[in-house]
């Protein structure tokens, strides 16, 4: 038997063009032919063939009906354990970002299209958000998922947004895409979102992207839209971005 050959960085080459094929069936929205993967990866077909071959069998990536190859139902659990392990070593900074502004925090990643709530410290108010850890929501829906659109090319929103669609979780939840759009170009240039009682009546929600995140995340404070007035906003805002930039330079090495 042949020895597998080194990759530049000393790992092993046909392990590394495997993970590199994963990510970019994700970068496609999960599914692909082999021969956009070869475009995508420069690498021969045979050899596109042959790892892609070993990851169905694996059950990390399946064939569909077209023939086109998507993203493995085992992937599921990988990726909601480490969406877990990440919110729990941002947890202490939600804790410093509750005790600072006394409404609940909150860490979300995005994951297959949705918005994954993975960590969540509550206020000590008696009227409280609370969101489960774990829920899944679509991201123009949510204050975290906004601010995590508005850091995406807009050619890649457009393109999930095609595949979710636009339902209504309220009555002023954005259901037009030119309309977000508009909304996203705001949020980048002020540097964080608002969601406005999109998601759920009389709730408001301050929402910062996560800069150099390993997927895009959000961090975010919610309450009641009685106490997260305007000039509450104004206030809190700062807040969260100091606790997302912090998030940021804290990211765990890999």
């Known amino acids: 038997m042949a020895a597998e050959k080194s990759g530049r960085d000393g790992g ?4 590394q063009r495997a993970f590199e094929l994963l990510e970019h069936l994700a ?16 690498l021969p077909m045979p050899t596109i063939h042959r790892l892609i071959r070993t990851l169905v069998s694996l059950g990390y990536v399946r064939q569909n009906t077209n ?17 877990m392990q990440f919110g729990a070593w941002a947890r202490p900074l939600l804790v410093e970002l509750v005790e600072e502004v006394g409404e609940t925090a909150n860490l979300a990643v995005l994951e297959r299209d949705e918005v994954v709530y993975v960590a969540q410290v ?11 850890v774990g829920r899944r929501l679509l991201p123009h ?10 850091e995406l090319p807009a050619d890649e ?10 339902p209504a979780y309220t009555e002023h939840t954005f259901t037009d895409a030119d309309a977000l759009a508009v909304e996203l170009k705001k949020i980048a240039g002020q540097g964080y979102a608002l969601d406005e009682a999109e998601q759920e009546l009389g709730v408001r929600c301050i929402a910062v992207a996560i800069p150099g995140a390993p997927v895009p ?5 919610s309450g009641p839209s009685g106490r997260l007035t305007a000039d509450a906003v104004s206030h809190i805002a ?8 912090r998030l940021s330079q804290q990211l765990p090495v890999t």
Do not use: C, W
């Open 67 to 83: 023939r086109h190859y998507a993203l493995g139902a085992r992937l599921i659990r990988l990726g909601e354990n480490a969406s």
């Open 238 to 245: 700062p807040v969260v971005q100091k606790i997302a930039d």
């Open 157 to 166: 929103v457009a393109s999930l947004l095609e595949r979710t669609g636009m």
């Open 12 to 15: 092993v080459q046909s392990l």
């Open 217 to 221: 995340a959000a961090v975010s404070v």
């Open 27 to 42: 970068d496609t929205g999960g599914e692909a032919s082999l021969s956009e993967l070869a475009t995508l990866s420069g």
């Open 122 to 132: 509550p206020s000590k108010h008696s009227m409280r958000m609370f969101t489960e």
């Open 141 to 150: 829906g949510t204050g975290v998922g906004k601010a995590m659109l508005a």
